[in-house]
């Protein structure tokens, strides 16, 4: 089966530059672990192509592959104008109301009573990305008067962003249930939830996706950032979606905010995706620029379980180069000396369980002894999220009777996964285990492995066994022949 020779996780977005079985195949073979299809964009017959595209790849290679589904959230856009556009200048005098009328340089429509709700006079309004800003001066529950801060073109249905107050706005519009419940229906591995302000939106996600689907919260908002604690707690993964953070907060804030969140989420065991314009020249250009590697590689020295990419590879003219970037950029980093120190240096201790005790215990044995991999056995897939918390210094082999555990897997830093039979006694995990760090290529007879179990076997939560077990099977029946 094939291995990556790297730690962290490549996400790469599907969409019309990459919907073709062969370039779905030459993405996966360039480094991709992760699909994304944008329910932004794109009918749901293209989606369910190219989820079907992706299985018959995935059991060519015989390699699990994770499949995430981005739902939109709502979209707060302006009306229309008589001309199509006009232009606002610093200081001038602006409304948005609720008439249909179509504006000018003066007012517009905003269709959206519930950001006049929550206005309150000093808010700002942000415009076509935050190009145009706007101060409110008075405010209704049917308008806003405001002031051009920062002149622009103001056009057509440009986005509006309000990034000073919570909006009483659910995460999920109705266009977002119907795409999660076609995703779950379709069996997607991850939901990734879009305009998220608190932990509530993620449990209503939840309860809609009934465990078909890991929920996966999209932090692009200040007022996630503000409630991170809560939503990190009910959410089962984290991106970090620089984009829109950049546009509602001050583009310098996003660094640290990006680091402390990665922080975060690896000490609660939960993978975290970084994304947004991580190789954006890529689009058009078969390099990207120094800037975007550098980008990468920060987010690889952080600890993020996994970097994407977006329109690079949905859209671009270079999607498999853009990958195979990625890949190498990744493969480089890992093989820095600083980058061990860096990694460990963030490293908490966490011994509340006999769990957490055992992984420990694996990491420390593999960084002092000679062991080629850890082979980590899960019903939920919890044991080897615990074991990547610890970054350990040689591969984790997850191994799963359960296939969308093991798909859900691949999006967490380090793991190899491998679908296996279910077990009863523990020398067959050892057997299995030793097996599939074999045939990955991760160990020959001559080498041992650390494998962990939980015993009763196939009840979710029990490890607690831990063995080094060498490769040549003849020896593990000769030391255990029961």
């Not at 519930?114 to 935050?130: C, R, T, Y």
Request: aromatic fraction near 4%; proline fraction near 5%; hydrophobic fraction near 45%.
């Amino acid at each position: 089966m094939m291995r990556r020779h790297r730690n962290v996780k490549i996400v790469a977005t599907l969409g019309p530059a990459s919907s073709t079985k062969e370039v779905i195949r030459a993405l996966f073979e360039a480094g991709a672990d992760v699909f994304r299809l944008n329910m932004s964009h794109g009918s749901h017959d293209d989606h369910r192509v190219r989820y079907d595209t992706i299985r018959e790849v995935e059991a060519e290679s015989g390699r699990p592959i994770a499949i995430l589904a981005d739902l939109q959230g709502p979209k707060l856009r302006v009306g229309t104008f008589t001309a199509g556009a006009h232009e606002l200048e610093e200081g001038d005098r602006f409304r948005f109301d609720l008439s249909p009328e179509p504006g000018d340089s003066h007012r517009v429509q905003l269709p959206h009573p519930e950001i006049f709700a929550a206005l309150i006079e000093g808010s700002d309004l942000l415009v076509n990305d935050g190009k145009i800003r706007l101060r409110v001066d008075a405010c209704g529950p049917d308008f806003a008067e405001c002031t051009v801060t920062v002149g622009g073109t103001i056009s057509d249905r440009k986005g509006v962003n309000v990034p000073d107050v919570v909006l009483p706005l659910a995460a999920l519009s109705e266009k977002d249930r119907a795409d999660l419940e076609f995703a779950c229906q379709l069996g997607v591995d991850w939901l990734a939830l879009s305009f998220v302000q608190r932990a509530e939106d993620v449990e209503e996600a939840k309860a809609l996706a009934q465990g078909r689907a890991a929920i996966l919260s999209k932090i692009e908002k200040p007022a996630a950032v503000r409630a991170f604690d809560e939503i990190l707690k009910a959410s089962d993964g984290i991106m970090v979606a620089r984009g829109d953070l950049g546009v509602e907060l001050p583009v310098y804030s996003v660094p640290p905010i990006q680091k402390r969140l990665v922080r975060l989420c690896r000490s609660a065991a939960k993978p975290v995706i970084v994304a947004t314009q991580m190789l954006e020249s890529m689009i058009d250009s078969p390099m990207p620029t120094r800037a975007e590697v550098s980008d990468v590689a920060n987010a690889i020295y952080e600890g993020a379980d996994a970097v994407m990419l977006s329109a690079e590879s949905a859209a671009g003219s270079y999607p498999v180069d853009a990958v195979r970037t990625m890949d190498n950029v990744a493969r480089s980093v890992e093989a820095d000396a600083n980058y061990r120190s860096i990694i460990e240096a963030a490293r908490k201790a966490s011994l509340s369980s006999v769990p957490d005790a055992i992984v420990t215990a694996a990491r420390e044995i593999a960084e002092t002894t000679d062991v080629a991999a850890i082979c980590a056995f899960t019903q939920s897939g919890v044991t080897v999220s615990l074991v990547a918390r610890e970054r350990p210094r040689v591969p984790i082999i997850a191994l799963s009777p359960i296939e969308a555990v093991t798909r859900r897997l691949c999006l967490t830093w380090g793991t190899h996964c491998v679908i296996t039979p279910r077990l009863s006694r523990f020398k067959e995990a050892v057997v299995n285990g030793t097996r599939a760090a074999r045939d990955g290529g991760f160990a020959d007879e001559s080498r041992q492995v650390v494998v962990m179990a939980g015993v009763p076997f196939n009840v979710a939560g029990t490890t607690n066994i831990l063995r080094i077990a060498p490769c040549d099977e003849r020896l593990i029946y000769a030391t255990d022949p029961e």
